[in-house]
């Protein structure tokens, strides 16, 4: 079956430090790729997303790329910021399967002045 | 426009009661998710509704746990009998036709005691 595996944190990182959270999959077919970030006290909001391989998903300074080769979806941020400081949720979406997403566990990251 | 709301936000319950967890989803949307997020399971798929088709239950843990969305919007989460294993945040999301991106509710944190 589809899955995802994410590094573990929690990541601990400077402000202004480059940041990266890697990120691989498993499925069948060609899969939709997704990052989710979830704030303190906040739902699930996307952050970024990739439909086909070689795509670039980028968002608030944020970026992924879709690597069929490689089977991964690495998150890098060039300078993170202590408002960054949340957990990131990788996922994908099997539109051959179904249409939920399969989940990584997530990554905390903390970010310190 | 109005996002995704749950209700109760947090619930608080005895174990062998039952509960009912709400989700009223974007107008306009057609495809409805529950998901589960506790710790040591990450987020988990529970159920998706999309239109007038049957449901995806695939996900569901226990006969214990049931789900319906009526006239197509509002979707209510059953639990009968709550076990401490149970004890979650639950969320529901909700994707528009033709769309990849699903937009997430708060949540409702269920404690079971």
């Known amino acids: 079956g589809d899955s995802v595996t994410q590094m573990e944190g929690p990541v601990t990182l400077s402000e202004e430090a480059f940041l990266t959270i890697n990120c691989t999959y498993t499925?069948?077919?060609?899969?939709?790729l997704f990052w989710y970030v979830q704030y303190p006290g906040e739902g699930l909001q996307l952050l970024l997303k990739?439909?086909?391989?070689?795509d670039k998903g980028s968002n608030k300074g944020f970026e992924a790329t879709y690597r069929k080769e490689t089977t991964s979806f690495h998150l890098e941020k060039g300078s993170v910021q202590v408002s960054d400081s949340a957990v990131y949720f990788c996922?994908?979406?099997?539109?051959?399967?179904?249409?939920?997403?399969?989940f990584g566990t997530g990554t905390r990251l903390q970010v310190t002045l | 426009g109005a996002g995704v709301s749950q209700s109760p936000s947090n619930k608080v319950t005895e174990k062998g009661k039952d509960v009912e967890l709400r989700c009223d989803p974007i107008s306009g949307h057609t495809a409805l998710y529950w998901y589960r997020q506790s710790l040591g399971q990450g987020l988990e798929f529970l159920i998706y509704?999309?239109?007038?088709?049957?449901?995806?239950k695939s996900g569901l843990p226990s006969d214990r746990f049931s789900a319906e969305r009526t006239g197509g919007s509002v979707s209510t989460l059953t639990i009968q009998r709550t076990q401490q294993e149970d004890s979650a945040v639950y969320l529901c999301a909700s994707r528009p036709a033709g769309g990849y991106e699903q937009y997430f509710g708060p949540g409702t944190r269920l404690t079971v005691t």
């Open positions: 996922a994908l979406l099997n539109t051959g399967t179904a249409s939920k997403l399969t």
């Open positions: 499925a069948t077919g060609y899969p939709s």
């Open positions: 990739a439909t086909k391989a070689d």
């Open positions: 509704f999309q239109g007038n088709s049957a449901p995806d």
